[in-house]
């Protein structure tokens, strides 16, 4: 059964830099076929879709409140999904958690079809 571990969150300043991961489990799930998603929920919001990449190739969506700052990308050598996130801001806190949509008809960001979610990482920007 496939699982996801988002790492890498923190604690960090305005401005900063931190890299999120997303490895899945078993270690030879083939994530580069899925499209994968990198969402987020700050503490009294809704969920957020921040970024995705797809699964038949490398196309991304971002959403505006990340244009610039953000980038998605894919190792699929150990399978494992990057979130790079750059110019923290205070209001980019929230947890952080990558999913998969494991139905082929999801080509670009998860649809809540047959989804797979992490258990989430934390990221606290202060100002």
């Known amino acids: 059964q496939l699982q996801l571990a988002e790492s890498g969150g923190g604690p960090v300043q305005t401005g900063g830099s931190l890299m999120l991961s997303c490895a899945a489990s078993?270690?030879?799930?083939?994530?580069?076929?899925?499209?994968t998603g990198w969402f987020r929920q700050a503490p009294g919001k809704e969920r957020e879709r921040v970024l995705c990449?797809?699964?038949?190739?490398?196309?991304?969506f971002s959403a505006d409140s990340v244009k610039g700052r953000f980038a998605v990308s894919r190792n699929s050598a150990n399978n494992i999904v990057y979130l790079q996130m750059n110019s923290l801001r205070p209001e980019d806190t929230g947890v952080y958690y990558c999913?998969?949509?494991?139905?082929?008809?999801?080509?670009?960001?998860?649809?809540?079809?047959?989804?797979?979610w992490g258990q989430g990482t934390l990221v606290t920007v202060s100002s």
């Open positions: 078993p270690s030879g799930f083939p994530l580069d076929h899925y499209a």
């Open positions: 990449i797809g699964g038949s190739d490398d196309s991304t």
């Open positions: 999913a998969v949509d494991l139905d082929a008809r999801a080509t670009l960001c998860p649809r809540g079809l047959i989804e797979v």
